[in-house]
Every structure is written in C-alpha cells, then in structure tokens.
C-alpha cells in the first residue's frame, strides 16, 4: 500500500524567510503532485512532476521530484502572508489511477 | 464558469437516511474522481470514471456507497443508511486523462459537498 508523508506537518515562520516542505512515499511512483487548499476551500492544483529530476516554479514556490529517493520537496522563497494554507503533496502509481495524499502542512506566514 | 461543480453545498441529514450528490466536471473531462476528505486529514481516494465506466473502487467505499456516471458526463454519488462517521467533505475531481503530459493528468477539484449526519 503506497504511504504519503509530509514533514513538517504544522509550520510557523515569518514573512521574508525560506523553508521547504518535504514529501516522502514508499512506492516507486514518477507522478507527483502539490495542491494548496484554503480553510474551507477546495484543493488548487500548484505543480505535476512527472519525472525525475522535475523542477517547476511558480512565483516564490518551488518543487523537486527525485524519484530514486522517492522524495519531493517544495521551496518557499522569502515568504509572504498569502502564502498561509495548507500544502498537500499527492503520488499517483501509473497514468490517470488514484492520487494518494499526504497529511499536508499547515503554513503560517506571520508578519 | 467552466470548473468542477458540486451540489450540494451543504448536507445535514440524520443518521439512516439516503443522501446522493451530484458532481459536474469540467466539459471535456473524460475522467471523473470522487476523495473523502475530513477535518485535518489529507484526502482519501473512493473511485473514479473513465468515462461511464468505474475503473476502480476503494476499499474505504462500503456497499453503502454507489457511484455512477451515466452518459460520461456527470456522475452522483449515493450514501444509503447514512452513519456518523460518514460525516466529511466529498470532493469531486475530474481531468483529461491522456497520459504524458503535465497539464492533461492535473485534477481540478470542486469545491466539495460537505456532509455532517446527526
């Protein structure tokens, strides 16, 4: 069964700092994806990483996928207040099947 | 507006009664997805449509759950004799489905059915 981790679960930090947020999964996979969700939202598409060695960015966000370590990441870059939401990594096994998600990380980005 | 439409917003119902929610993807989406969500929790996976065809099932989904998606447009999902841990957000998803590229294998998410059963 594929396990999704996400380190840290609960992150505080401060606006103009850098952090990055960590996706673990047990399975070898070269599908992953990062979604955002609002408090009482719906779950916006970030990034699809489809490869090893993917990089995509978007603003101050940037994710990784090395699939050997069966690891991505995501970089945020001097953080800003709108940038507070949780941050759910996904890993599909083939083409089109399930995504099965991490826990997510809850970012607060304080003044 | 051309997203993943749910309906309803909001269900209360009471433990034992039938609920169905509707889920309207976005026009050319061949591919239909229905995750569970709760409080704190990332989503979890019930099933999915390629087309009309349900191509898997969750173990999570009990004979409880039926899903259907009828003419490869929009799809319900039916709870019968609801319970108390059935409570949660139901959130449908649907995609292009064509394998190899980026943007085509993206779900776009509703913004979700929340269900609290008393």
């Known amino acids: 069964e594929l396990k999704v981790e996400q380190n840290p679960l609960f992150l505080s930090m401060q606006e103009g700092k850098n952090y990055t947020i960590y996706c673990n999964y047990s399975t070898t996979s070269d599908r992953l994806y990062w979604y955002r969700q609002d408090p009482g939202k719906s779950l916006e598409s970030l990034f699809v990483?489809?490869?090893?060695?993917a990089v995509k960015q978007e603003g101050r966000l940037m994710a990784s996928l090395d699939t050997k370590a069966r690891l991505s990441t995501l970089h945020i870059t001097a953080a800003v207040h709108d940038l507070s939401a949780t941050y759910f990594c996904a890993v599909g096994e083939t083409s089109g099947s399930r995504l099965t998600f991490g826990e997510g990380t809850q970012l607060t980005v304080n003044p | 507006d051309t997203g993943v439409s749910q309906d309803p917003r909001h269900k209360i119902t009471k433990r034992g009664q039938n609920v169905t929610f509707r889920c309207d993807p976005i026009s050319e989406h061949n591919r239909l997805y229905w995750y569970r969500q709760t409080l704190g929790q990332g989503p979890e996976f019930l099933t999915y449509?390629?087309?009309?065809?349900?191509?898997?099932k969750s173990r999570l989904l009990s004979d409880r759950f039926s899903a259907e998606r009828p003419k490869g447009s929009f799809s319900t999902l039916e709870i019968q004799r609801t319970e108390q841990g059935d409570s949660a957000m139901y959130l449908c998803?649907?995609?292009?489905?064509?394998?190899?590229?980026?943007?085509?294998?993206?779900?776009?998410f509703g913004s979700g059915t929340q269900l609290s059963v008393l």
């Open positions: 449509f390629q087309n009309e065809a349900q191509l898997e």
């Open positions: 990483l489809l490869s090893n060695g």
């Open positions: 998803a649907s995609s292009l489905g064509f394998a190899g590229s980026g943007d085509n294998e993206k779900l776009f």
